[in-house]
């Protein structure tokens, strides 16, 4: 039955928890907050988001490759929307896997609005994570990137406890590849290990350093006239 399905979902999360303990410390803005905030009752084009794409209203979903969660396929190096549609604009954790991210950038400053909004949330410090993987930012680095707007917000979406993490799972990987089981009991250790380091980002997060070793980072430009 349907109650059953949900049961058996619900457990093989919580047993999937148990052996490999991922567990992201996000930190604001949220999609809500960013609908909230800067769409204005207008329309909100979210670029790249796959599988995980939003449901707000307003929004429209677009990717390159087809999902259930998709409202249009498309390269976003070629928007298929006339100029000044958009209140905003939405790009998470997509920049760093187009090769032309700058005709990305131009084409969201096409298509949005005067005094429209782009935010723009990419990898600093992070593996690579997909065959299409090109690009990492810093801060000064993104700014620059969104130099034809006026940067209006900046900061840190995940902290260096998620870089940490990622990188010592890695090591453990890398170092004891066999037995398959040794593995993945080592792996499963290490994870319980540097859980508590993402949560150490909510400690750490005031301060300088944070900004430089964190793992994801973001933007919020604005369009001017």
Request: aromatic content about 12%.
């Amino acid at each position: 039955s349907h109650f059953q399905l949900e049961d058996r979902n619900v457990f093989n999360k919580i047993v999937n928890f148990l052996i490999y303990p991922y567990r992201s410390v996000k930190f604001p803005p949220s999609f809500i907050d960013l609908h909230e905030r800067y769409s204005s009752g207008g329309h909100v084009l979210s670029l790249g988001g796959g599988s995980t794409s939003p449901d707000l209203p307003g929004w429209i979903n677009m990717d390159i490759s087809s999902y259930t969660t998709v409202d249009c396929v498309g390269d976003a190096c070629n928007l298929p929307f006339n100029d000044k549609t958009f209140s905003l604009i939405v790009s998470n954790s997509t920049l760093e896997h187009v090769e032309l991210y700058r005709d990305v950038i131009d084409e969201c400053q096409r298509v949005l609005k005067e005094d429209g909004y782009l935010y723009i949330c990419v990898p600093q410090l992070a593996g690579r994570h997909h065959t299409r993987d090109f690009w990492r930012w810093t801060l000064p680095g993104l700014r620059y990137t969104l130099k034809k707007f006026e940067i209006i917000e900046e900061g840190v979406r995940v902290g260096p406890g998620m870089f940490a993490a990622h990188l010592l799972e890695a090591i453990v990987i890398g170092a004891f590849p066999r037995p398959k089981i040794l593995c993945e009991i080592l792996r499963s250790l290490m994870l319980w290990f540097a859980l508590p380091l993402r949560y150490c980002d909510v400690l750490a997060s005031s301060s300088e350093i944070f900004r430089h070793y964190a793992h994801t980072i973001y933007v919020i430009g604005r369009k001017t006239r």
